[in-house]
Every structure is written in structure tokens, then in C-alpha cells.
């Protein structure tokens, strides 16, 4: 069960990859820079710090024996 999980996650990473180079490729015929845009990848860079902080943290800790 675990590994159809895990097909599940990685299949959905793939197409959430492909939907941010799509992104990426269009944004970069835009000519004019828009402002919110930079807000936007400010924040999202933020988050992704926060959870890459939360992961390492959580990867850190030793599981304990119940």
C-alpha cells in the first residue's frame, strides 16, 4: 500500500513540475516585470524555507521507542 503511495506522490510531483515549466517558459515572454509577481516568489520562497527548516527539524529528531 505504501508504494502505490508513493507512485501516487511521485506521479503528482511530475505533474506539478510540468505545470511550473509551463509557468516558468510563459513568464518569461512577458516583457514588462510585474510587481506582484515579486511579492508572490518572496513569499513563496519564504515558505518553501520555512518547510525545508521544518523538515530538517523533524529529520533531526531520533524516533523513540514505545
Known amino acids: ?3 502505490q503511495f508513493l507512485f501516487l506522490a511521485l506521479d ?3 505533474e506539478r513540475s510540468v505545470d511550473a515549466d509551463r509557468q ?3 513568464s518569461r515572454r512577458r516583457v514588462v516585470p ?3 509577481g515579486r ?3 518572496l513569499v513563496a ?3 518553501v524555507a520555512v518547510a ?3 523538515d530538517e527539524t523533524t529529520l533531526q529528531r531520533s524516533p ?3
Open 52 to 54: 525545508r527548516a521544518a
Open 34 to 36: 510585474t510587481g506582484p
Open 64 to 66: 523513540t521507542a514505545s
Open 12 to 14: 503528482l510531483a511530475r
Open 1 to 3: 500500500m505504501h508504494s
Open 39 to 41: 511579492f508572490r516568489r
Open 45 to 47: 520562497r519564504a515558505a
Open 24 to 26: 516558468r517558459l510563459a
